[in-house]
């Protein structure tokens, strides 16, 4: 399991998160203004619809599927 917590919204809107180990996930198809919180997020993004981007914030996804089952994590600080 790669737990993720939620980032921001990117440049192009999409919702990106990070895992412990710095790599971002992201969704490709449920885009949002720029200024959508966390709840409003994680109320229409589940773990499912995550693909991987890389290894930077805001960078070209690469859009394949997580290696293994992602955990979205809400609120606070992931650690590492």
């Given at each position: 399991?790669?737990?993720?917590?939620?980032?921001?919204?990117?440049?192009?809107?999409?919702?990106?998160?990070?895992?412990?180990?710095?790599?971002?996930y992201?969704c490709?198809?449920?885009?949002?203004?720029?200024?959508?919180?966390?709840?409003?997020?994680?109320k229409?993004?589940?773990?499912?619809?995550?693909?991987?981007?890389?290894?930077?914030?805001?960078?070209?996804p690469?859009?394949?599927?997580?290696?293994?089952?992602i955990?979205?994590?809400?609120?606070?600080?992931?650690?590492?």
């Open positions: 399991m790669i737990p993720v917590k939620y980032v921001n919204i990117d440049d192009w809107n999409r919702p990106v998160f990070r895992s412990i180990n710095g790599t971002y992201g490709l198809d449920k885009l949002f203004p720029y200024e959508t919180g966390e709840e409003e997020v994680l229409l993004v589940n773990a499912s619809d995550l693909v991987w981007f890389g290894n930077s914030f805001n960078c070209e690469a859009g394949d599927p997580p290696p293994v089952p955990e979205i994590l809400r609120g606070g600080l992931l650690n590492g």
